[in-house]
């Protein structure tokens, strides 16, 4: 069975979701795009159903590397002037490319209501998808995090540079504080795949040391003319023979993504963004008919009835319910919540506490799984186990125990004042990105010692053994009057 027959196979079913593949890097001029762009065409090769988002919302260049000229973009469906079926470019090998936003300042950063717009349309057109890339703008603004967030896999592009993996640790460790994250590393303009792996492997031990987290290689594309004169060709090279040199990092790329296919269970790209406004603002997503808050209130004082019957009537409620949706077609989201709502009543009154505790954790881990972030306010239940310590006394014990090993350990970089002071936040958070190995090495192995000598002292270092005590040898200078030697000579004679 060849690769892609494998791949659609196992993702028989799910023609709704494509494979979203987010495209990152922590700095610009890294070939981010040319790679998207590059990739895109040789999935497209392959008869995958590719479409490109260009995610840049202020300075989009996608389409300019295919020689591309759109009459309309990302920012024309944001503003509604258009449906994102009328920007759709036809790129080679069936690839259909949607121009972002270019040299509009607005767009730069996606508001609430042009997020909400985006999944709108994006949710119209996923199901013409196999593959979705997302080639995001470089840095660390927040459509950028969104985006990251929202994909399947992220496709992190490193070069050897020093200032490339410095910016992409700093990416990751914002885009991680939202959620975990899938991310694949590749490696670009590199002599060859010793180098690539020398490169990756300074970054993935930085980030598993400091971010506490793994990242994976997927690939490395070479230093390579070709691709240099492709962009100002606007002829990409996975065009290109397919088993031509320049082309042949693209399907090595492609071969790698179609062995690590993202988990089956990841939800759609469009229907991150629906939760993730719904999160950020949700009175604005709740009907108006149905003013039942979204969290439940547990603390409330329960109804005097009887367990039983109350259990049987969030039964019925329950079924009339499903009736009346199944009736007028509407198996809303409101509706599958408040379900769950009036059987979590229920079974709060009928279940032994421990019993019920324990299948919360099952469920709260189930969407943990999914979603790939805790359901629970963190800060807000440590306010609570402050309120009353003594109440949580046995609790608080067990935290403080846990939380002393990794307290008590020594940091690489001293923590600010506000962290020392106990603002709840993770160790190390804050600290400056790590050098990756080109700073802070011990001179002595930098470079060979002489043979039989001792440890060399660094040439700014003052030699007390010689000279004595810094403040008696300024004396002496001071003393030296106008027929004293000259400096060197002063220092020979001692």
Same mark, same amino acid.
């Given at each position: 069975m060849s690769r892609h027959s494998a791949l659609t196979d196992t993702r028989s079913g799910v023609a709704a979701r494509p494979r979203v593949l987010v495209v990152a890097s922590g700095k610009g001029g890294v070939g981010k795009s040319s790679i998207a762009v590059n990739l895109g065409i040789t999935l497209a090769r392959r008869g995958r159903r590719v479409g490109i988002l260009d995610g840049d919302t202020g300075l989009a260049n996608v389409n300019i590397l295919l020689g591309l000229r759109p009459q309309q973009g990302l920012a024309e469906v944001l503003a509604g002037e258009c449906g994102i079926r009328d920007i759709l470019l036809e790129g080679p090998h069936g690839l259909k490319i949607i121009p972002g936003a270019s040299g509009i300042r607005e767009y730069a950063e996606l508001s609430g209501a042009h997020q909400q717009r985006l999944a709108e349309e994006l949710a119209n057109i996923e199901a013409d998808f196999d593959d979705l890339l997302l080639d995001t703008a470089a840095g660390i603004g927040d459509t950028t995090l969104d985006f990251l967030a929202a994909g399947h896999q992220v496709l992190l592009v490193l070069t050897p540079e020093p200032t490339s993996l410095t910016d992409a640790f700093s990416l990751l460790k914002l885009a991680l504080r939202r959620q975990a994250l899938d991310v694949r590393v590749i490696v670009n303009m590199v002599a060859d795949v010793a180098e690539a792996r020398s490169v990756f492997q300074r970054f993935a031990n930085a980030v598993e040391k400091y971010l506490h987290t793994r990242v994976e290689f997927l690939g490395f594309v070479q230093r390579d003319e070709s691709l240099r004169s492709a962009v100002t060709l606007q002829h990409p090279v996975a065009l290109f023979a397919e088993n031509d040199p320049s082309a042949r990092p693209f399907q090595r790329l492609a071969n790698a993504l179609e062995d690590s296919l993202p988990h089956e269970d990841a939800p759609a790209f469009s229907l991150f963004w629906r939760r993730r406004l719904q999160q950020d603002?949700?009175?604005?997503? @709740?009907?108006?008919?149905?003013? %039942?808050?979204?969290?439940?209130?547990? +603390?409330?004082?329960?109804?005097?009835?009887?367990?039983? !019957?109350?259990?049987?009537?969030?039964?019925?409620?329950?079924?009339? !319910?499903?009736?009346?949706?199944?009736?007028?077609?509407?198996? !809303?989201?409101?509706?599958? #919540?408040? =379900?769950? %709502?009036?059987?979590?009543?229920?079974?709060?009154?009928? !279940?032994?506490?421990?019993?019920?505790?324990?299948? #919360?954790?099952?469920?709260?881990?189930?969407? =943990?799984? =999914? @979603?790939?972030?805790?359901?629970?306010?963190?800060?807000?239940?440590?306010?609570? #186990?402050? +309120?009353?310590?003594?109440?949580?006394? $046995?609790?608080? $014990?067990?935290? =403080? +125990?846990?939380?002393?090993?990794?307290?008590?350990?020594?940091q690489d970089v001293a923590a600010p004042a506000t962290m020392q002071a106990g603002e709840g936040r993770r160790p190390g958070a804050d600290r400056p990105p790590p050098d990756f190995g080109w700073k802070g090495r011990d001179e002595s192995t930098a470079r060979p010692a002489r043979a039989g000598s001792a440890s060399r002292v660094p040439a700014t270092a003052y030699d007390a053994a010689r000279f004595g005590p810094q403040e008696a040898l300024l004396e002496r200078l001071r003393q030296g009057g106008d027929d004293a030697p000259t400096l060197a000579e002063f220092l020979r004679r001692m």
């Open positions: 603002d949700p009175a604005a997503h @709740t009907p108006l008919g149905d003013a %039942r808050p979204q969290a439940p209130a547990l +603390a409330a004082e329960p109804p005097s009835v009887d367990h039983a !019957s109350e259990a049987s009537e969030a039964s019925e409620a329950s079924e009339a !319910s499903e009736a009346s949706e199944a009736s007028d077609g509407l198996g !809303s989201e409101e509706g599958v #919540l408040g =379900r769950l %709502r009036a059987a979590f009543d229920a079974a709060l009154e009928v !279940s032994e506490p421990e019993a019920l505790a324990v299948e #919360l954790d099952a469920m709260h881990e189930q969407y =943990r799984a =999914r @979603t790939g972030r805790a359901a629970i306010d963190l800060m807000a239940l440590v306010d609570a #186990l402050q +309120a009353d310590p003594e109440a949580h006394a $046995g609790l608080l $014990g067990r935290l =403080r +125990a846990r939380l002393a090993p990794a307290m008590d350990a020594p």
